[in-house]
């Protein structure tokens, strides 16, 4: 096998055995749009790492963490729905980026790769980076699980057993930055949702607790990397994009298997 294949390959796989169990509560808690404002503002952090000339990575993981942030905040006021804030906050960040990276005449971007991914370039310092951050948000994720699971059952249950609810939701909302923004490297800003919420999905079919769920995601997610990935390689499509494709064929097959129903719900 190629190098590049196998550097690929062993991103991929820690990418999505790391965004199974997040996709779980994401599935659960209706984050699918949160997702999507952060990954719309990783964009953002392109630019800025381009025009301050410091690392990609940081940049990106910084802007996604101030706009985490910025969400938690201001889902705490009343006067506008979440659906509309999310959506004022992606569009805007996006946009933002992408005038900031017009403003760079000398320096050609590729748009496509951070948009839809180019997970065949990745380095062997993007896997380092990757295992690590992924290390920790994963390592962070199952300290705050009871926490996460008392929340998404019941908010106000979980503050009269002791639970500090913002503590861990911000926490939460900051892993998932963290995990955007190494991501993007894989998938691309477009398709960075997708593969928290396909596989999660497609596992909540089959799963009758949270454990199995996250650890059933984590499997679809794998085969889809494999799976796109070798599609990639065969037909020469973009391997982004074919390694969601795979997640969602695995998401038709178990919605079509004639199988007892668990909806995983809590």
């Not at 805007?92 to 992408?98: E, H, K, Q």
């Not at 300290?143 to 908010?155: H, S």
């Not at 391997?239 to 494709?245: E, F, Q, R, Y």
Request: aromatic share 8%.
């Amino acid at each position: 096998m190629d190098d590049f294949l196998v550097r690929a390959l062993i991103g991929g796989l820690v990418v999505a055995v790391v965004a199974a169990p997040f996709g779980v509560f994401i599935v659960w808690r209706r984050l699918a749009y949160f997702g999507d404002t952060l990954a719309h503002s990783a964009l953002l952090g392109v630019a800025l790492g381009l025009l301050l000339q410091i690392n990609m990575n940081v940049a990106v993981v910084a802007v996604c963490l101030t706009v985490a942030v910025l969400l938690f905040l201001f889902q705490r006021q009343r006067q506008l729905a979440d659906d509309t804030l999310l959506g004022i906050l992606a569009h805007s960040t996006l946009s933002l980026g992408l005038v900031f990276l017009s403003l760079f005449e000398t320096v050609r971007v590729d748009l496509m790769a951070y948009l839809f991914g180019d997970i065949l370039v990745v380095s062997r310092g993007d896997i380092g980076w990757i295992v690590i951050a992924g290390s920790v948000s994963l390592l962070t994720l199952i300290k705050l699980w009871k926490p996460l699971l008392l929340i998404t059952i019941n908010e106000d249950m979980a503050r009269i057993d002791g639970v500090h609810v913002d503590l861990v939701k911000l926490a939460f909302v900051c892993l998932l930055a963290i995990l955007v923004a190494v991501m993007m490297k894989i998938v691309g800003l477009v398709l960075v949702t997708a593969l928290f919420i396909i596989p999660a999905a497609a596992a909540r079919r089959v799963s009758q607790t949270p454990e199995m769920m996250a650890m059933v995601a984590a499997l679809i997610g794998a085969v889809s990397v494999v799976a796109g990935l070798a599609g990639s390689y065969r037909w020469d499509t973009p391997a982004g994009p074919s390694i969601v494709l795979a997640a969602a064929a695995l998401f038709a097959l178990f919605y079509a298997l004639p199988l007892t129903r668990h909806d995983g719900s809590v």
